[in-house]
């Protein structure tokens, strides 16, 4: 079993970044794929970004391409969201999560393919 906590949430204006943090502990993190999601109120959650074993292999929603980049490190067990030009609609809870694989090149789209998740941390972004 995997604990995954993220931090680095808060308030930004618009335009501006943020870095999420998401601090794995248990099993070898090396082994999972990982990804962001985002759930807004009275909204479904929304997939944002996922990196393979591989961090070569990376996969966007539509809506962040060219402004978020996720990334990991393993020495660290720690998997990183960059946010950069954020927007009003980018205001929700964003959720870290984590699925062991034997696949290296597998970036995870679906909240289903995850087995394990974090409590998520608020991001606001004001106009």
């Known amino acids: 079993q995997v604990q995954l906590v993220e931090s680095g949430g808060g308030l930004v204006q618009a335009g501006g970044s943020l870095r999420l943090s998401c601090a794995a502990s248990?099993?070898?993190?090396?082994?999972?794929?990982m990804g962001w999601f985002r759930q807004a109120p009275g909204k479904e959650r929304e997939f944002v970004a996922a990196?393979?074993?591989?961090?070569?292999?990376?996969n966007y929603a539509d809506s962040v391409k060219g402004r978020f980049t996720i990334s990991r490190d393993n020495a660290k067990k720690t998997v990183y969201l960059q946010m950069n030009s954020l927007k009003p609609e980018d205001t929700a809870v964003y959720y870290c999560?984590?699925?062991?694989?034997?696949?290296?090149?597998?970036?995870?789209?679906?909240?289903?393919?995850?087995?394990?998740w974090g409590q998520g941390t608020q991001v606001t972004v004001s106009s």
């Open positions: 999560a984590g699925k062991g694989t034997m696949h290296y090149y597998i970036a995870l789209i679906q909240p289903r393919d995850y087995d394990y």
């Open positions: 248990g099993r070898t993190f090396s082994s999972y794929a």
């Open positions: 990196i393979g074993r591989s961090a070569s292999s990376t």
